[in-house]
């Protein structure tokens, strides 16, 4: 199956940008999307497709694909989003409906 | 409100067999693909399976292959993951989640499968 590459963990001051990246050979096929996990919660979908917000995201997060990389960027970080994140995209070894994940980013706001 | 709700989840010893249910309501279930990901402890997700709007389709995790199915009724708005021969690898909480064309876009609040002897 594909595999997608995180960084483990990545910080940010309160209020300053921060971008988390994911890796793989099926972000050349497919846009990444992005999940936002906080303790003892379900994950959240926080950008699908190109660069699109679900009804509720706040627009200071972004995401962007460039060949086998794909980003979510937070811009003017907040205390609340402090929490895990993790990329997906389909899995490009199996029919349209397998998927695969990122290892996932723990992201501290400092 | 768009809801899944995941249940069935316990505590088995290895080898064992359990089934995973999963209700949903607030939108046209039959119009969606379904999926199970789960959550080992301290762990990242896991994409587990997935069953097409029409069941037509199926498609399973190498390491579950032949011992889940994941099935659905549309007529109840329900999916089900029928685990057999469980390990303890696959001690996990287990999330019930709707899937679009885009995106894995609405989940369930997971409900908890240990296995342990």
């Known amino acids: 199956s594909s595999e997608l590459t995180q960084d483990p963990t990545v910080s940010v001051a309160l209020g300053q940008t921060v971008r988390i990246t994911c890796q793989g050979d099926?972000?050349?096929?497919?846009?990444a999307n992005w999940y936002q996990q906080k303790p003892r919660q379900a994950p959240l979908l926080v950008i699908y497709?190109?660069?699109n917000r679900p009804s509720g995201i706040p627009d200071r997060f972004s995401g962007s694909n460039s060949g086998n990389t794909a980003s979510l960027t937070i811009s003017g970080a907040q205390a609340e989003d402090e929490a895990d994140y993790y990329c997906?995209?389909?899995?490009?070894?199996?029919?349209?409906?397998?998927?695969?994940f990122g290892g996932g980013t723990k992201l501290t706001v400092l | 409100e768009v809801q899944l709700v995941d249940s069935g989840g316990g505590v088995v010893k290895p080898g064992g067999s359990l089934r995973l249910s999963c209700a949903a309501s607030?939108?046209?279930?039959?119009?969606?693909?379904m999926h199970w990901v789960r959550q080992g402890p301290g762990k990242g997700l896991e994409w587990v399976a997935g069953?097409?709007?029409?069941?037509?389709?199926?498609k399973y995790e190498d390491s579950v292959r032949g011992r889940f199915t994941i099935s659905r009724d549309d007529a109840k708005n329900s999916l089900s993951l029928q685990m057999s021969s469980l390990r303890a690898e696959d001690t996990a909480l287990y999330y019930c989640?709707?899937?679009?064309?885009?995106?894995?876009?609405?989940w369930g609040q997971g409900t908890m499968v240990i296995v342990s002897p």
């Open positions: 497709g190109h660069n």
């Open positions: 069953i097409s709007w029409n069941s037509g389709g199926v």
């Open positions: 607030g939108f046209s279930f039959a119009d969606y693909a």
């Open positions: 997906n995209s389909r899995d490009t070894s199996a029919n349209h409906l397998g998927w695969v």
């Open positions: 989640v709707r899937g679009t064309s885009d995106a894995l876009d609405v």
């Open positions: 099926s972000l050349r096929s497919y846009y």
